[in-house]
């Protein structure tokens, strides 16, 4: 049995998943590291996603919603550090 190299498409498919996998993971850095430098952009979007403070004011579901400040600094937190361990 010889051990021939694998053909040229299978090696094409193989460096398009590898190239893939690194833009994301660039990505997820690029996004990480813009949320811990420009924190209070992101944050306010957290903060009102938690909150439910945009939905409208018959929605049941909006007793639902998180307004403790620390909580959201705990999830905004956790979203960063997810995307830079995604980065990784």
Same mark, same amino acid.
């Given at each position: #049995?010889?051990? *021939? ?12 998943? !590898? ?12 996004? %990480? ?6 924190? %209070?952009?992101?944050? !306010?979007?957290?903060?009102?996603? #938690? !909150? #439910?403070?945009? !939905? ?8 639902? %919603? =998180? ?6 600094? =705990?999830?905004?937190?956790? =979203? =960063?550090? %997810?995307?830079?361990?995604?980065? *990784?």
């Amino acid at each position: #049995m010889s051990h *021939l190299p694998p053909p040229l498409h299978v090696l094409a498919v193989r460096t398009s998943k !590898t190239i893939l996998v690194l833009f994301v993971a660039l990505f997820c850095l690029v996004v %990480g590291c813009n949320n811990v430098v420009d924190y %209070g952009s992101n944050y !306010t979007f957290v903060q009102h996603v #938690m !909150t #439910m403070d945009t !939905t409208f004011p018959d929605n049941r579901l909006k007793d639902r %919603g =998180i307004s403790s400040p620390l909580m959201h600094q =705990i999830a905004y937190g956790l =979203i =960063i550090a %997810g995307e830079l361990t995604a980065g *990784l």
